[in-house]
């Protein structure tokens, strides 16, 4: 996840200092406080509305939590209160982004909100657990995706998913209008696998809007995933990664 509004400022020294201790990790927690209300003070130059402040999973580091143009914003602060940091916090062992992790859960989305008259169903339609997907006809791992959707709901049928045409692709313009006018899944499948659709019998602009509607959820790629707890989750997935992700959402939510 990449921050615009922030500047990205690099560690101190006195925050490797901290990590360097032998006690390892959260050594030095019980002898650094921040309160909310220093929090406040410190980042009142930068803007923003601090929400909660804690210690981060990296030692030496606080996480800060601004609100800032309807979103809330991880941010890290470290022990000496004079470095800022904005960005991602990768932690090597399973390369988990932690900070992504926690601005997705700080910023979940209302699905109720979102617009399914275009969506294609795959799974059956009572199916308990519904997982929205945005995916382009053209993106080779929207395909690849799509084939591990399918093993999900043979495997699940509890599970399905509903699925909204993101045509990033200029390539991908015409072939969603064909696949929304006939709202088609098999036109779909067929476009994941490189066959020609005829052209489209209908005029829409769906694609289009699905487009801002991502621009307004933050969803900057295809395929993306909007989970039963309202959190996005990018990128191909296996299917036991894939099932795994719905389970745990479903009972987050």
Same mark, same amino acid.
């Given at each position: ?97 932690? %900070? &992504? =992790?926690?601005? @997705? ?8 909100? *979102?617009?399914?008259?275009?969506? #294609? +169903? $795959? ?80 005029? %829409? &602009? =769906?694609?289009? @809007? ?8 933050? *969803?900057?790629?295809?395929?993306? #995933? +909007? $989970? ?26």
């Amino acid at each position: 996840m990449t921050f615009f509004i922030f500047p990205l400022i690099l560690i101190s020294a006195t925050a490797f200092a901290f990590m360097a201790e032998g006690g390892g990790a959260g050594s030095c927690i019980d002898c650094h406080v921040l309160s909310k209300e220093d929090a406040i003070e410190i980042f009142k130059q930068i803007g923003g509305e601090v929400q909660a402040v804690e210690h981060s999973e990296v030692p030496g580091l606080w996480r800060v939590e601004v609100n800032a143009k309807g979103k809330t914003i991880p941010l890290y602060l470290d022990y000496s209160k004079s470095f800022m940091i904005a960005g991602d916090v990768i932690r090597l062992e399973d390369r988990k982004n932690l %900070t &992504d =992790q926690r601005f @997705q859960e700080l910023n979940s989305v209302d699905t109720k909100t *979102i617009p399914l008259n275009d969506a #294609l +169903l $795959l799974g059956k339609e009572n199916a308990k657990n519904k997982v929205l997907v945005f995916t382009d006809p053209h993106c080779p791992y929207c395909s690849k995706l799509h084939i591990e959707m399918q093993a999900a709901v043979e495997k699940r049928p509890d599970i399905a998913f509903l699925i909204k045409l993101l045509p990033y692709k200029n390539s991908s313009k015409i072939p969603t209008r064909t696949i929304l006018c006939n709202k088609s899944l098999a036109m779909l499948e067929d476009a994941f696998t490189g066959k020609q659709l005829p052209p489209p019998i209908c005029d %829409t &602009d =769906q694609g289009e @809007q699905n487009i801002l509607l991502a621009r307004e959820l933050g *969803i900057r790629s295809t395929p993306t #995933l +909007l $989970l039963p707890n309202g959190q996005i989750e990018p990128g191909y997935k296996k299917l036991d990664d894939l099932i795994k992700l719905i389970d745990q959402a479903t009972l987050e939510k």
